[in-house]
């Protein structure tokens, strides 16, 4: 996970660094912050799940903004994550997904990034409320990744595709 957050973050620097050359306009605060500490976040704070692998993700990684990568990609931080849930956030989607979620991002299309207590990775769009729960239905599933490392490595290609686009 350090390796991760240490790429994306100078790949966020270099891409700020080359944005406004190439589109003709300042960027946005695009950055990868690194965790505030080293210890590994509570899993359960206020009654809110946090799974093991977003627990061990912000043990290293505090936020994720990139306003300009794709339609923009926007990680919260953890204190974000578990004060929204149940109440900014929804804890459960409703007809599409089993179980529990983890809103812990959103994208710059308005759709949620969700993660399952079993590890799974969700876009989704849909949002019809009442919160807790989310409706959505199979239609709303933007994309779908099997864990963390899979859905980090999307983020990361992303942003490696639009620093080469500067070149």
């Known amino acids: 996970m350090i390796g991760w957050a240490a790429e994306m973050a100078q790949l966020a620097a270099e891409f700020t660094r080359g944005f406004?050359?190439?589109?003709?306009?300042?960027?946005?605060?695009?950055?990868v912050r690194l965790a505030d500490r080293q210890a590994r976040p509570s899993t359960v704070c206020g009654g809110a799940l946090l799974p093991v692998s977003l627990a061990d993700f912000y043990s290293v990684?505090?936020?994720?903004?990139?306003?300009?990568?794709?339609?923009?990609?926007?990680?919260?931080?953890?204190?974000?994550?578990?004060a929204g849930a149940g109440t900014v956030h929804p804890t459960k989607a409703a007809r599409a997904v089993e179980g529990d979620i983890?809103?812990?991002?959103t994208n710059g299309g308005g759709d949620l990034i969700a993660m399952t207590t079993d590890g799974r990775v969700y876009m989704m769009s849909g949002a019809s409320g009442?919160?807790?729960?989310?409706?959505v239905d199979?239609?709303?599933?933007?994309?779908?990744?099997?864990?963390?490392?899979?859905?980090?490595?999307?983020?990361?290609?992303?942003?490696?595709?639009?620093?080469?686009?500067?070149?």
């Open 61 to 82: 990684v505090g936020e994720v903004g990139l306003p300009d990568v794709h339609y923009g990609f926007f990680v919260e931080s953890v204190e974000s994550v578990l």
């Open 130 to 135: 009442p919160w807790p729960v989310l409706d």
């Open 102 to 105: 983890v809103v812990f991002g």
């Open 138 to 167: 199979e239609a709303d599933i933007r994309a779908a990744f099997s864990d963390l490392a899979e859905f980090l490595a999307f983020l990361r290609t992303h942003l490696r595709d639009a620093v080469a686009d500067l070149r």
């Open 20 to 31: 406004e050359a190439t589109h003709g306009f300042e960027p946005g605060d695009n950055y």
